[in-house]
């Protein structure tokens, strides 16, 4: 229905169960293609993410890195299904912590990243090689250290890491 009304299309029918149109006149054509993320987290509508869905955009404190484990497999299922590329699904995680001295033991399980600067750049390395994630939204304090933190120390080391890894397996 979405993807309908943004296609310029006039008198467009749909026998959804829960959005049918009869006749209904898309609106204004965007100047570009918009993308249909979604930010979910049961199986059923992580399948439709895969099956139709441009990206995914979960959240670290509702989804740790092993659900989103779980998430990513259904998703890729379903997209296999229906006949699509699952890389073609972007990822996009949420990430909420802070920076201290010291960090917290890293696993799998966590709902936050706390740790200096080059425990967030090994972290964030796993989340982009491991589980699949292309980008991340940093959701913490907005204070300025941590934004500087992340923007010149954590997010260039990151990416030089996972080019890196890429090449190397290329």
């Known amino acids: 229905v979405i ?3 943004w296609s310029g299309q006039r008198g467009m029918r749909f026998g959804g169960e829960h959005y049918p149109l009869h006749g209904a006149h898309g609106g204004p054509v965007p100047a570009h293609e918009i993308g ?4 979910v987290v049961r ?10 869905g441009d990206g ?6 509702y989804v740790p890195p092993l659900k989103a484990i779980e998430g990513n497999a ?3 299922r379903a997209a296999v ?10 990822r996009i995680y949420n990430i909420g912590g802070s920076f201290a001295p010291t960090n917290t033991k890293a696993d799998d399980i966590d709902r936050e990243i706390v740790g200096p600067p080059e425990h967030w750049v090994e972290v964030l390395t796993h989340f982009a090689l491991d589980l699949g994630f292309s980008t991340f939204v940093l959701s913490s304090s907005p204070d300025q250290a941590t934004l500087r933190t992340f923007i010149e120390e ?17």
Do not use: F, H
């Open 3 to 5: 993807r309908g009304m």
């Open 36 to 39: 249909i993320w979604l930010g």
């Open 43 to 52: 199986p059923r509508a992580l399948a439709l993410a895969g099956r139709i």
């Open 56 to 61: 995914w955009i979960p959240t670290m404190s």
């Open 74 to 76: 259904i998703i890729d």
């Open 81 to 90: 299904t229906a006949g699509r590329d699952p890389a073609a699904i972007r």
């Open 154 to 170: 954590v997010a260039p080391d990151v990416k030089d890491r996972v080019t890196a890894a890429r090449r190397a397996d290329a």
